[in-house]
């Protein structure tokens, strides 16, 4: 069982920055892909980027691609995203997550634990 635990979450003005981090509490985690997803105000949850366990391979959504970076360190047993030029419809609260496979973390589907998530507000 791996325990997931966000931070890095607050408010910011449009085109600023943000770094969220996730931290892991297992012994397990480098086998784990890992990710992030965002649910906005009366929305659904929705996929936002995915690394591979070991870091190679990422994924992104297209709403992101180009401004957010995601990260994951296996020694230090999190997974980071960095996020620029923020923009108002980035504000959701953001949820970490890990899976068996990067690839399969681009939906709920293939989430096996989630972190409580931290909130991200982005004001126009």
């Known amino acids: ?8 979450g607050g408010l910011v003005q449009t085109g600023g920055s943000l770094r969220l981090s996730c931290q892991a ?4 985690f480098s086998s784990y892909a890992a990710g992030w997803f ?7 949850r929705e996929y936002v980027a995915a690394i591979s366990s070991h870091g190679v391979n990422k994924y992104y959504a297209d709403s992101v691609k180009g401004r ?25 609260v953001y949820y970490c997550a890990i899976g068996t496979r990067g690839d399969l973390l681009t939906t709920q589907r293939g989430v096996d634990s989630w972190g409580q998530g931290t909130r991200v507000t982005v004001s126009s």
């Not at 965002?38 to 659904?44: D, F, I, S």
């Not at 230090?76 to 108002?88: A, E, F, G, I, W």
Request: hydrophobic residues 30%; proline residues 5%.
């Open 25 to 28: 509490a297992g012994r397990t």
């Open 68 to 92: 957010f970076t995601i990260s994951k360190d296996n020694v230090r047993n999190t997974v980071d995203l960095q996020m620029n030029s923020l923009k108002p419809e980035d504000t959701a």
């Open 1 to 8: 069982q791996v325990q997931l635990v966000e931070s890095g």
């Open 38 to 44: 965002r649910q906005a105000p009366g929305k659904e």
